[in-house]
């Protein structure tokens, strides 16, 4: 009976260690192909996933940035002509004009240095908007109301101009001006009347009394003399030619 104990316990011991050794290496051999293949998919995914996302984001980051920095300096000119166009109208309708804002912009300058640039001239702009409303209302008044020195008749009584080597001699022309009011006369061959040829003047008899031919002085106006005359040499509005010529002006008695 010992024997038998002792000899089924040897048998049980001998199985044991057979077994060993063929479930570790099962093990291994499964670990070391499932580490191999998720080793080959991972090469694979970085292979060929990779480098074209990133490619591909990187060049879509680009454009965004590009497009939106040239929108940026788009809106930044245009608000800037709308300033410059509002300085210009108030300083020579008034004889006066805020200073527009010091701004330094370029190529090299950062996006938020641009936006805060643009919301300075849209400042600016609103401001000017207003004023030239303002002016605009008082010019009206004066139309209807007007009182000693804000009324002037202005005779255009010759003007030659040169530009694109072309040369004519401009029509005679009379028209009357209310103070602050700024208008647009057309010049044409006085000879042909038909030519094509044409130039534009623009007139202002400012508020502090200035009459300003194409943004130039030209003489400043004594309401109390009631005529006088001046000579203008200025240019043309694409500044390619220029204008010569002489206009008398009275001021206008009171409606």
């Known amino acids: 009976m010992s024997l038998f104990r002792t000899g089924l316990l040897l048998a049980t011991l001998l199985l044991s260690a057979c077994s060993m050794p063929i479930l570790d290496n099962l093990s291994s051999n499964t670990s070391s192909e499932k580490d191999k293949a998720q080793s080959e998919a991972n090469a694979e995914s970085s292979d060929l996933l990779i480098p074209n996302l990133q490619g591909q984001t990187e060049e879509v980051v680009e454009t965004i940035n590009s497009t939106s920095y040239d ?24 004889g006066k004009a805020d200073n527009l804002p010091k701004l330094l912009i370029n190529t090299n300058t950062s996006q938020q240095n641009i936006d805060t640039a643009i919301q300075e001239l849209r400042s600016y702009t609103s401001k000017t908007n207003t004023e030239i409303a303002q002016l605009n209302a008082r010019v009206a008044d004066r139309q209807t109301m007007a009182i000693n020195g804000d009324l002037i008749r202005v005779f255009l009584s010759e003007a030659t101009i040169n ?5 004519f001699k401009a029509q005679p022309l009379v028209g009357q001006w209310v103070r ?5 006369i057309r010049l044409k061959d006085h000879i042909f009347f038909e030519n094509p040829k044409s130039e534009d003047l623009v007139i202002t008899f400012s508020e502090t009394y200035q009459l300003i031919v194409n943004q130039q002085v030209i003489a400043t106006v004594n309401p109390n ?31």
């Open 71 to 94: 929108e940026l300096l788009t809106r930044y000119n245009d608000q800037k002509k709308l300033a410059e166009a509002n300085y210009d109208e108030l300083k020579n309708r008034v």
């Open 163 to 167: 530009h694109a080597e072309q040369e």
């Open 180 to 184: 602050g009011e700024t208008r647009v």
């Open 225 to 255: 003399r009631e005529k006088n005359s001046a000579s203008f040499n200025v240019p043309t509005q694409d500044n390619l030619g220029k204008i010569i010529g002489k206009l008398d002006y009275r001021i206008e008695g009171n409606k």
